[in-house]
């Protein structure tokens, strides 16, 4: 049985479904192979234009790491597991395509690392979420220490990190943890719709505005305007928006087709 499935969902739109269900969905080598493979066959694909990940559960998006798994490994091993999941969520964070984290039900751990890998989160009101990591005397290894406090702050990330404690779906929200709370049947209904807007803009457009935004987070303002400059000179030229003027003036919806 596969452990991630791949299905195209209207145009553009790719749901890739962590698919352990008895086992949490938890991030085992299999699974990290598979999401590699996907990763390799998308990176440079001009006809994908939203990634969403969900998991094949009611109840967990992902839990993480396969502890069951881990805990058969020597040093070596686990040192070797834990850098396949780090450089496996990194991918995910440098894809130019926009992703969505469909969390519908708990994340935890690597599970919550790879949702703040995306660029956009949807919590479940009936979920938790949390980095438990020092609990088991470790810290989280893919990102979670970096990407939570800058999206959070590093005031309630560190007191996340440092108790490991969940929050619930309501709460991620107020902290801006997700960008949007739903019902667990609703996630994956929110994801579709938010997909679909991007879906429908120009897609070269979108990857500029990614690659505009999150560099520019990681340098000063004059640097981050260079690069918003560098990323619109880019798409001047481009046939998508020729079309979207055209559209415009032609009271049409524009037909974008990434060139």
């Known amino acids: 049985m596969k452990s991630l499935l791949i299905e195209q969902k209207g145009k553009g739109v790719i749901l890739a479904t962590l698919n352990r269900p008895d ?16 990763l390799s066959s998308i990176e440079n694909a001009t006809n994908v234009r939203v990634v969403i990940f969900t998991g094949a559960s009611d109840r967990v998006f992902c839990a993480g790491a396969d502890l069951k ?10 040192r070797f597991a834990v850098q396949k999941i780090r450089m496996t969520i990194n991918r995910v964070a440098a894809l130019k ?27 479940c009101s ?7 990591e020092t609990s088991l005397a ?47 049947d609703g996630v994956l209904k929110k994801a579709f719709e938010l997909a679909d807007l991007i879906a429908n803009n120009g897609p070269i ?11 520019g987070l990681e340098v000063d303002m004059q640097t981050a305007l260079t690069i918003e ?7 001047i030229s481009t046939r998508d928006r020729q079309e979207g003027l055209l559209a415009f003036h032609e009271k049409r919806k524009p037909t974008y087709k990434g060139e």
């Open 205 to 215: 457009a979108i990857r500029q505005a990614k690659y505009a935004i999150d560099l």
């Open 69 to 78: 798994e881990r805990n058969e490994m020597d040093e070596k091993e686990v």
């Open 138 to 184: 470790i810290i989280p290894g893919a990102g979670g220490t970096q990407r939570l406090s800058r999206l959070i702050g590093t005031g309630k990330a560190k007191e996340m990190i440092y108790t490991a404690s969940r929050i619930s779906g309501t709460e991620a929200k107020e902290v801006k943890l997700v960008e949007h709370v739903e019902t667990q």
């Open 23 to 38: 086992q949490a969905n938890a991030l085992s080598l299999q699974l990290l192979r598979e999401l590699n493979d996907f």
């Open 126 to 132: 009936t979920a938790d979420y949390g980095l438990p």
């Open 229 to 235: 400059r560098n990323a619109y000179e880019k798409i």
């Open 97 to 123: 395509i926009p992703t969505i984290a469909a969390m519908n039900g708990s994340a935890l751990g690597g599970g919550l690392e790879l949702a703040l890998a995306c660029d956009l989160r949807i919590g």
